[in-house]
T-cell receptor, first 113, second 113 residues
Framework: NAGVTQTPKFQVLKTGQSMTLQCAQD?????MYWYRQDPGMGLRLIYYSASEGTTDKGEVPNGYNVSRLNKREFSLRLESAAPSQTSVYFCASSEERGSYEQYFGPGTRLTVT | AQSVAQPEDQVNVAEGNPLTVKCTYSVSGNPYLFWYVQYPNRGLQFLLK??????LVKGSYGFEAEFNKSQTSFHLKKPSALVSDSALYFC???????????FGTGTRLTVIP
């Protein structure tokens, strides 16, 4: 099992450019999440999907959109990148929400210049 | 508002000595509590969780955590530290019925040989 995979690993964008971060899990999990990690701030939830076909906003959704393409895949899109979106992005999945532990991907390091 | 505090940014301990990484939380109800570890350039890995029951929870790699409801704390402990335990540790809380985790800002543990 690969677990949770993310592409790309690294990306540099210019302000105003768009891109999509891809995430896939092979554990048949229902719930998937996108976080960003910034120094000194821990991880903050951007969006989550409690089950296939549903998505909801987290703590910091502004400037992002998501798509739960199927049970396996959950993508994060930046429509018009800003320097404030420079961060490390992690995708995670869990069997269900709440008491179930989350499994994290290796992360995408994004720099917006 | 939900919050998780890890009061120490950095903890240093000698190899073989016991270690403690502190976590306190402010969440309504009876939350689920988690510890995760992050090694350099990697995603977070689940260590242990408290859902209900015994206040002392055992997890991966010899770690354990003690839940204290009156002090709203969930400190991570290990009886004998290894150099390989050096990493960034995150405490996280999932309020009952919530869809996501709230993370602390992380504590960097360094085990000195």
């Amino acid at each position: 099992n690969a677990g949770v995979t993310q592409t790309p690993k690294f990306q540099v964008l210019k302000t105003g450019q768009s891109m999509t971060l891809q995430c896939a899990q092979d554990m048949n999990h229902n719930s998937m999440y996108w976080y960003r990690q910034d120094p000194g701030m821990g991880l903050r939830l951007i969006y989550y999907s409690a089950s296939e076909g549903t998505t909801d906003k987290g703590e910091v959704p502004n400037g992002y959109n998501v798509s739960r393409l199927n049970k396996r895949e959950f993508s994060l899109r930046l429509e018009s990148a800003a320097p404030s979106q420079t961060s490390v992005y992690f995708c995670a999945s869990s069997e269900e929400r709440g008491s179930y532990e989350q499994y994290f991907g290796p992360g995408t390091r994004l720099t917006v210049t | 508002a939900q919050s998780v505090a890890q009061p120490e940014d950095q903890v240093n301990v000698a190899e073989g000595n016991p270690l403690t990484v502190k976590c306190t939380y402010s969440v309504s109800g009876n939350p689920y509590l988690f510890w995760y570890v992050q090694y350099p350039n990697r995603g977070l890995q689940f260590l242990l969780k408290y859902i209900t029951g015994d206040n002392l929870v055992k997890g991966s790699y010899g770690f354990e955590a003690e839940f204290n409801k009156s002090q709203t704390s969930f400190h991570l402990k290990k009886p004998s530290a290894l150099v390989s335990d050096s990493a960034l540790y995150f405490c996280a809380v999932s309020p009952t019925g919530a869809n996501n985790l709230f993370f602390g800002t992380g504590t960097r543990l360094t085990v000195i040989p």
